[in-house]
């Protein structure tokens, strides 16, 4: 066999695969159960379905639906109208009858007559036609081809579960079908299939409503921006939510406003199949149903496919029903007659009746992150203007004039949700002829105008330096504020008239021209023009700076005045103090919180300009008891060390010198640079913002700030406590440096107190009295005791009942008090702080030693130190505190339990 001849048979083949395949898929895709396998087909259109009924004892029937684009309408022979329909029922027709499959369960024989398929009760026709469909065009031109399909339905199997059909294309053909799955061709009577939802509405599409009826007419529409207004009667704004539900209400109350009323139209339906009235001759006379002459009109509208399309249906009412509680209905565009129940319609006839309870009570309805510019004109004949301006993603910015200022975002939005006004309309005035007492509403002179707009800031286009990218920039307008889009309406003004009582009146003019008149709380008024003025938009944030720009701060608190500077290493310092030889660290955390606190120090309230020949002293700021000087640069520091301090005291200098030296006070060798004075005066009263009256270099105006926020520098303790347990190792390494001086000086060092930490010496056989008081919380108790020549012992002369001395806790006492050594070294100089308790009526334990020369050496102890230990001082060196150990003096505090003996009862 030759190559080609190999080529041949394999082609052959693979030819006859393909065929095989073919025959395999057409098999597998066509259903054999199915009874019109033509309707499968994708392209087919069912635009007509006839079906016609002579069931036994009942007179012959035939409906015929017709599809209009996308519904489907029925017409009854052999009345002339068609009725609208539930297009889904239709539907189900159609896909009932494609779907249609014989039961191979059932054992059928192919005789039509004797299964009722040659004189059929059912018989249901569909057209339509086969090709895609195309508006305007011809069938010749779309290639659509008209086709029929038509199925006989015969009799119904005894157990009732299979009906008999066969088709026009296999008359001689019986199949059984299952009848539940032709329960759309069985229906009991033609108004099945019409619709019970009357009316397409509810609360997101609806466009328009319009209500027509002998009480009176009411029409609504829908803004573009989401608010609904009135056209009829002309009351401006409509409330959309209703009045809030109470959270108390047991029942679920009624939905209010245009969405309640929308809803109550869009449930209005046919509530029982019974309700339809069966289709007739009879005229719409008949039920009142006439148009034009119906009791009630009720038409709303939707958006439709196309833009600006507006889809409408129109409900008419007509006539009650006799004896019924119900109100015969149809739609316009329709002849088919309804009853529908009467509580359905309550809603809408209240409405009629009272239309002006749909009046909305808010102000102006305005969103608040769509508001972007509002315009505030007062003062004789409106004067002034205040602009305010907050283009979408920037900050709110005030504009007087050439002069502009930073907004406090809070208080604009607290001017937005005022002429949001919520449910705060009090009254409208709506008399025939409303401009008539526009004088004696004081809207001739009005007070103030305020002009809201909406998305209104423009940009323009600009290129950047590249020239390649174009960017949109605002534009500006004269004043230097952002310039409003052209010809932008402002969503709604607002002009208001005179005040009476608690309410101002306002007239109102919206986007479309529409004026409302009312009367408003005068609350609106005062945020609208604030008592302060202008000022009360300012940003309530002062001029900042930075802990790290500062190099001198001066705080004054009534008669006393600190003066905090920036020291090497950061570190806080203050200058002229007698803690630490005249020099002490002031505690960082509490400085810098004063710091923080003026560094962004926000406003309370805003109070008035303030003029240059202003009297300050009614507000308490001529001399007032707290204020704060702070200077701005950055220190350069003279370097420092504890070397250097070892230098000095190598160099001849004694241990108080060197202390007392400014080596430990960085030197400011720097120029000052901005200064900054900050006052605080008198506290207002809650009348008059409760406040305490402040001023500021830089800021030309008076203002107040909240109490709270001057807690910390009027109490604040700026010494650092810290300081001291850093004091003994500074001392230690300097006494260190001191010792190893080559110039002879380290022997005569040793001995001094500061180095050995020596504060109180004396011969202990000397001692010949000693006191100790005790105080705690809840007494204070002396004890004395005398040594005894005689008897070479100490006694208790306290005159205390049934105790017993421990000679031996004296002796130990006397002895560690004549070599007492500090245990650290907190101040050498300046004496104990109030706080350290070490005054006489303060102190928790004080020891008093009598020598024989009559020398009194007294040990102080007084409040506990944050480091360990008790502070203490001692008669010899009253500059000097230092601490003590907390195992030495809590025993001591314990008095008759340390100083007596366990008390033996007798037997």
């Given at each position: 066999?030759?190559?080609?001849?190999?080529?041949?048979?394999?082609?052959?083949?693979?030819?006859?695969l393909w065929l095989f395949g073919l025959m395999l898929a057409y098999k597998k895709g066509v259903d054999e159960a199915l009874i019109v396998p033509g309707l499968q087909e994708s392209t087919v259109s069912i635009d007509k379905i006839v079906v016609q009924r002579k069931?036994?004892?009942?007179?012959?029937?035939?409906?015929?639906?017709?599809?209009?684009?996308?519904?489907?309408?029925?017409?009854?022979?052999?009345?002339?109208?068609?009725?609208?329909?539930?297009?889904?029922?239709?539907?189900?027709?159609?896909?009932?009858?494609?779907?249609?499959?014989?039961?191979?369960?059932?054992?059928?024989?192919?005789?039509?007559?004797?299964?009722?398929?040659?004189?059929?009760?059912?018989?249901?026709?569909?057209?339509g036609y086969l090709g895609k469909a195309s508006e305007g065009k011809s069938t010749e031109e779309t290639g659509k081809k008209a086709r029929e399909w038509q199925v006989f339905i015969g009799k119904t199997s005894p157990d009732k579960t299979f009906v008999y059909v066969n088709t026009a294309e296999r008359r001689s053909k019986v199949y059984a079908v299952r009848k539940s799955s032709l329960d759309s061709i069985f229906f009991k009577d033609p108004s099945a299939f019409r619709p019970k939802t009357l009316l397409d509405v509810n609360e997101t599409t609806a466009r328009f409503v319009d209500l027509k009826a002998s009480e009176g007419e009411i029409e609504l529409k829908k803004n573009d921006d989401g608010t609904w207004r009135f056209i009829k009667p002309n009351y401006g704004l409509a409330d959309f939510e209703g009045k809030p539900p109470s959270k108390l209400a047991v029942v679920p109350p009624k939905q209010e406003g245009v969405k309640g009323l929308l809803t109550a139209i869009g449930a209005v339906r046919v509530t029982a199949d019974e309700d339809f009235v069966p289709l007739s001759d009879a005229g719409m006379d008949t039920y009142g149903l006439e148009e034009g002459k119906e009791k009630l009109k009720i038409e709303v509208g939707n958006p439709g496919e196309k833009k600006d399309e507006m889809n409408k249906s129109v409900l008419l009412v007509g006539f009650k029903v006799k004896d019924r509680d119900q109100y015969y209905v149809r739609l316009a565009n329709d002849q088919g007659v309804e009853k529908i129940d009467a509580k359905a319609l309550t809603p809408v006839f209240e409405a009629l009746q009272k239309p002006g309870q749909l009046r909305s009570r808010d102000v102006i309805p305005l969103d608040p992150l769509g508001t972007d510019a509002i315009d505030i004109?007062?003062?004789?004949?409106?004067?002034?203007?205040?602009?305010?301006?907050?283009?979408?993603?920037?900050?709110?910015?005030?504009?007087?004039?050439?002069?502009?200022?930073?907004?406090?975002?809070?208080?604009?939005?607290?001017?937005?949700?005022?002429?949001?006004?919520?449910?705060?309309?009090?009254?409208?005035?709506?008399?025939?002829?409303?401009?008539?007492?526009?004088?004696?509403?004081?809207?001739?002179?009005?007070?103030?105008?305020?002009?809201?707009?909406?998305?209104?800031?423009?940009?323009?286009?600009?290129?950047?330096?590249?020239?390649?990218?174009?960017?949109?920039?605002?534009?500006?307008?004269?004043?230097?504020?952002?310039?409003?889009?052209?010809?932008?309406?402002?969503?709604?003004?607002?002009?208001?008239?005179?005040?009476?009582?608690?309410?101002?009146?306002?007239?109102?003019?919206?986007?479309?021209?529409?004026?409302?008149?009312?009367?408003?709380?005068?609350?609106?008024?005062?945020?609208?023009?604030?008592?302060?003025?202008?000022?009360?938009?300012?940003?309530?944030?002062?001029?900042?700076?930075?802990?790290?720009?500062?190099?001198?701060?001066?705080l004054m608190r009534k008669d006393e005045t600190f003066v905090i500077q920036k020291g090497e290493g950061s570190r806080w310092l203050l200058k002229d103090r007698k803690d630490y030889a005249g020099k002490n660290f002031a505690d960082d955390k509490n400085v810098n919180a004063i710091l923080k606190t003026l560094g962004h120090l926000t406003v309370q309230k805003w109070v008035k300009r303030l003029d240059p020949k202003e009297d300050l002293d009614r507000f308490g700021l001529t001399k007032p008891e707290l204020s704060a000087t702070v200077m701005l640069n950055r220190l350069q520091f003279t370097p420092t060390s504890v070397a250097g301090l070892i230098g000095l005291a190598a160099n001849g200098f004694t241990a108080p010198q060197v202390l007392a030296s400014d080596i430990l006070m960085a030197g400011n060798s720097s120029s000052r640079g901005e200064t900054m004075t900050f006052k605080f005066g008198k506290e207002a009263s809650d009348k008059e913002g409760g406040g305490v009256y402040s001023v500021r270099t830089g800021v030309d105006y008076l203002f107040q700030v909240a109490p709270s926020a001057l807690k910390e520098m009027r109490e604040a303790d700026l010494r650092d406590r810290t300081w001291l347990s850093l004091l003994q190792p500074v001392l230690d390494t300097t006494i260190v440096g001191m010792l190893a001086s080559p110039t002879g000086h380290g022997q005569l060092l040793a001995g001094m107190p500061l180095v050995s930490g020596q504060v109180v010496h004396f011969d202990a056989g000397k001692a010949k009295e000693m006191k100790v008081t005790v105080r705690t919380t809840y007494e204070l108790r002396k004890f004395d005791f005398a040594y005894s020549a005689k008897d070479k012992t100490w006694q208790e002369k306290s005159g205390l009942r049934e105790f017993t001395l421990d000679v031996e806790k004296v002796k130990s006492l006397v002895n560690w008090l004549a070599d007492l050594h500090a245990e650290r070294f907190i101040f050498l100089a300046g004496g104990p702080r109030e706080e350290q308790k070490l005054a006489p009526n303060d102190a928790i334990l004080a020891v008093d030693i009598v020598l024989e020369d009559s020398q009194n050496i007294r040990l102080t102890v007084g409040a506990s130190f944050e480091g360990g230990g008790y502070f203490a001082m001692t008669s010899t060196s009253p500059e000097v505190v230092f601490t003590m150990p907390k195992d030495r003096i809590d025993p001591l505090r314990e008095g008759v339990g340390y100083f007596g003996k366990t008390r033996v009862a007798a037997r």
């Open positions: 066999m030759n190559l080609r001849n190999t080529a041949l048979l394999f082609g052959l083949l693979l030819g006859m069931e036994a004892d009942k007179k012959p029937e035939e409906l015929d639906f017709t599809k209009d684009t996308k519904t489907w309408r029925m017409q009854q022979a052999p009345l002339k109208y068609s009725v609208l329909t539930d297009s889904f029922k239709v539907d189900h027709i159609v896909n009932q009858i494609r779907d249609m499959r014989r039961n191979d369960e059932a054992d059928v024989r192919d005789d039509p007559e004797y299964y009722g398929l040659t004189n059929p009760q059912i018989t249901v026709t569909l057209k004109r007062h003062g004789k004949n409106l004067d002034r203007l205040w602009k305010l301006r907050g283009p979408q993603g920037k900050d709110w910015k005030l504009y007087l004039g050439k002069e502009s200022h930073k907004a406090d975002d809070k208080t604009v939005q607290s001017l937005i949700d005022a002429l949001r006004g919520k449910g705060e309309v009090q009254e409208f005035f709506d008399e025939p002829e409303p401009k008539k007492k526009d004088a004696e509403r004081g809207f001739d002179q009005p007070a103030a105008e305020v002009v809201v707009y909406k998305e209104a800031i423009a940009k323009e286009e600009k290129k950047d330096r590249t020239g390649d990218k174009e960017k949109k920039q605002e534009e500006k307008s004269a004043d230097g504020s952002p310039a409003l889009k052209k010809d932008m309406k402002p969503l709604a003004t607002l002009t208001f008239g005179k005040t009476e009582n608690d309410l101002v009146f306002v007239k109102r003019t919206t986007q479309d021209g529409t004026e409302s008149r009312f009367a408003a709380p005068k609350s609106i008024m005062e945020k609208v023009i604030p008592p302060q003025g202008a000022i009360a938009f300012f940003d309530t944030a002062l001029p900042s700076f930075e802990i790290a720009d500062v190099n001198q701060v001066e």
